[in-house]
């Protein structure tokens, strides 16, 4: 039977899951995996919140040196969060030769190279499992069961709070700022939602997906991000009346001159794309390969216990592993590329008069777009509300032709521009 | 760069696809996994096969002990399915002290005593990651994700070929045969398609997946099987009147005394439940687990291609390790329970005279089994057909309410007897 001590930095939610695990399951571990895990150290600002948790306060350490200094200490788990002190603690104990085990996104995703390299310094492992969707094991699929691959796309659900959001304004016609006190009340949005809202957080993970699915480094600042503040439930009636659900999606694609798109922004798909029935705060990743062509993982993207389950996991890889974990984000820097083709929903409102659609038609096929649907809606004489779907264009022509209607005579406001993704 | 050289066994299509796999993407997985994979025995029949699959004839051997005696080669790819030569070559690869990676779901259901001891014997590891589900990473995700948890269940539509036929009679209306005939006509369906429309293939599966699932050894002379051969599209028909989608399922539970259930057959899903949605010949698993809750895995269950990418992730896998693998199958035999509670969907011929249903509902009643749904259709003056809908029951209970029903006077056949899965 393999022993392995463990120390634990931050008792908060996703610590104190692990906290329980480790406790509640300690035999189901040994007797599944033949490793005993203990935990042996505790970091976190006062013994009482370990006395809360149920842990003996003979656990407490008052700071990391108790931690790297303890030679019986294997792993260390980082469930602090935040850039400081949880980077400097982590670093600490890679160069001290410690495993660690983190489920910061917003650390790997901005200070990933430093990490490595005091990985690298320590002989060391870093273990990111735990760092994105929870208890979905994509960092495992990427790095153990991909490799036959050239991964073409990764697409994602990766943010719970926000899925939920629309999933309540989708079913419910429940407008955003109702769904979104919906989720604060229940614990799925915090005080402050903005990381969640305008996609930060939806953009952490893909950076650390997309680098490892594609063996190319995408920093965050190289990703293109648009939040769901601005969905009306409108957009997502009219959507839905068209066939669509409308997502928070992440999306990393590689194309075949090698360049990489990377991108977090709402987007419709068909009610029949695998992705359109992950509802409520479940995420789901799908990705394809030229041999494995489609996989798609879905299950709990966040919460205290998922999330322990993936930690977990982790300590138990780690314990089987003679060498560190080298994880396959290359080297070199990304070629990510500021267009990308799409095609769009959009709407405009125009005075009611006659030829208005032929104006608009006009006008983006001047820029080469043409229009798969058109729906026009409430004319009352006054203003009339249009519905548009392109075909396949590009960023930048759409964004030219949006800038010309707006300039067009009887045309009062053009709005709501949402992607669409056909599969 | 680690350098690893292997021979495949058996160039037939998924043989062939490994081929594929290891020469189209050798630079991917060089440059992405720092592993270099060479091809530098191939055992077939004769050379012919190579130069028709475009391998060197150099390559070809024409026995067992060509590839045993080679002290170059480290890993050996077994793809030529059945019992025998399968059986004894793997034997030999293992003992000789050779990796084994293996597509052989029948071979590992039947025989996997003998297989693990002569891994041990060799100090060998025994790769199985393409003997379940094609692409999708299931055997991964149980060894190398789930460590954390006691999962309690597993269900997975785990065979295309009756997934295929199912999904063309549910939404085009088919009947059986036809829909067999076309599964036929793609490739998806053998000649003789007995080991997949009986259940036999999904019975090697899950005896794999529910023994690792569980870590207690669940042989296939326990799994209970049952085909979708009686099932007509009047069944699938009115079950989706009723919100349901029919899916051959593959089960395995744990109970809370710690005996499993473990069984293959035809069950209604709700179509809102994350398996009614699985189309065509795609596949997926969903997995439960006491601190993950569930997760699903979806995917392409078969085929040369996919098939060959889990080989291929094998390879790379084991290439990683310094020690083989040891597959956490658990070494007792499981408790397993030949009864286990259901809802039941069934439908009764009975003569259209008044009190009929009073009848049946006191017959069922006597067992025990309540209603939870009751259709009539089809009242005729002379007959009329009444379908059922229980709430949770007993396999014996039912079984002998049937077998009470089919001696009650007015009462012409008892049919269509299907499981009812609502979550």
Known sequence: MKKLKVAIMGLGTVGGGTYDVLTRNREVIKSGYGVDVEVVKILDKSPK???????????????????????????????????????????KALESGKSVVTANKELLSKR??????????????????????GGVPIIRTLTESMQANRVTELTGIINGTTNYILTKMSEEGD??????GEAQKLGYAEFDPTADVEGFDAAYKLSILASLAFHTRIPLDKIYREGISKI???????????????????????????????????????????????????????????????????????????????????IVY????????????????????????????????????????????????????????????????????????????SERLFRAAVAELRDVDGVLSVGSEIRVIED
Chains 1, 2 share one sequence.
Request: hydrophobic fraction near 40%.
């Open 232 to 314: 009306t439930s409108r957009d997502i009636a009219v959507g839905k009346s068209m066939g669509y659900e409308l997502k928070l999606l992440a999306i990393g694609r590689q194309n075949s001159d090698g360049s990489v798109q990377a991108r977090v922004h709402p987007a419709f798909v068909p009610a029949s794309h695998p992705l359109a029935s992950v509802r409520g705060s479940f995420n789901a990743v799908l990705l394809k390969g030229d041999f494995v062509d489609e996989i798609m993982l879905y299950g709990r993207g966040a919460g205290a216990h998922p999330t322990a389950s993936a930690i977990v996991s982790d």
């Open 49 to 91: 919140r370990l006395a809360d948790k149920g842990a003996s306060e003979k656990l407490f350490a008052a700071n990391i040196d108790e931690i790297v200094s303890d030679p019986d200490i294997s792993v260390v788990v980082e469930t602090m969060g935040g850039l400081e002190p949880a980077g400097s603690f982590i670093i």
């Open 175 to 180: 407008d955003y700022a109702y769904a979104l």
């Open 112 to 133: 990933l190279d430093e990490l490595l390299s005091s990985a690298d310094k320590g002989g060391s492992g870093l273990y990111i499992e735990a760092s994105c969707v």
């Open 318 to 393: 780690c314990a089987g592993k003679d060498r560190p974990q080298k994880n396959d984000f290359g080297s070199k820097l990304a070629n990510v590329s500021d267009d990308f083709p799409s095609e769009y929903y959009f709407s405009v409102s125009v005075l009611d008069r006659p030829g208005m659609l032929s104006v608009i038609s006009g006008v983006l096929g001047s820029h080469g777009i043409s229009i798969s649907k058109m729906l026009q809606e409430n004319a009352d004489g006054h203003c009339a509300e249009v519905v548009i779907l392109t075909h396949m264009t």
